[in-house]
């Protein structure tokens, strides 16, 4: 069983950059995938990233090309580079990982999160 713990969130002004932190306790599945979801109250959470293999990655419309996701070398720590924030960012950012095998199925769990280990989360808040 694993456990996660975000770390880094807070406020940032629009244009801004930050940097979110995840820690991994326990043992994740060899062939496990990573991702960042976001959620704000009365919303579906939202995937905003996502990490196959170490090095094939998942991002939608929305954040390619400002978020970047990346993980340590063994696996146990999980970053999210938030850059160029904008206040539509604003959300409760969690880290997730799920046992997958394959990229097609890093991009369905992004895109439909239905299962999964998950952390508490950190509050981001972007002003304009």
């Known amino acids: 069983q694993v456990h996660l713990v975000e770390s880094g969130g807070g406020s940032v002004e629009a244009g801004g950059s930050l940097t979110l932190s995840c820690v991994i306790y326990?043992?994740?599945?060899?062939?496990?995938?990573f991702a960042w979801f976001r959620q704000n109250p009365g919303k579906e959470r939202e995937g905003v990233a996502g990490?196959?293999?170490?090095?094939?990655?998942y991002y939608p419309d929305s954040v390619k090309g400002r978020f970047t996701i990346s993980a340590n070398d063994v696996k146990d720590k999980i970053f999210l580079q938030m850059n160029s924030v904008e206040p539509d960012d604003t959300g409760m950012y969690y880290c997730?990982?799920?046992?997958?095998?394959?990229?097609?199925?890093?991009?369905?769990?992004?895109?439909?999160?239905?299962?999964?280990?998950w952390g508490p989360g950190t509050q981001v808040t972007v002003s304009s």
């Open positions: 997730a990982i799920v046992a997958c095998t394959t990229y097609a199925s890093l991009v369905q769990w992004v895109r439909s999160p239905k299962d999964g280990a």
């Open positions: 326990g043992s994740p599945d060899r062939s496990a995938c």
């Open positions: 990490l196959y293999s170490r090095r094939s990655t």
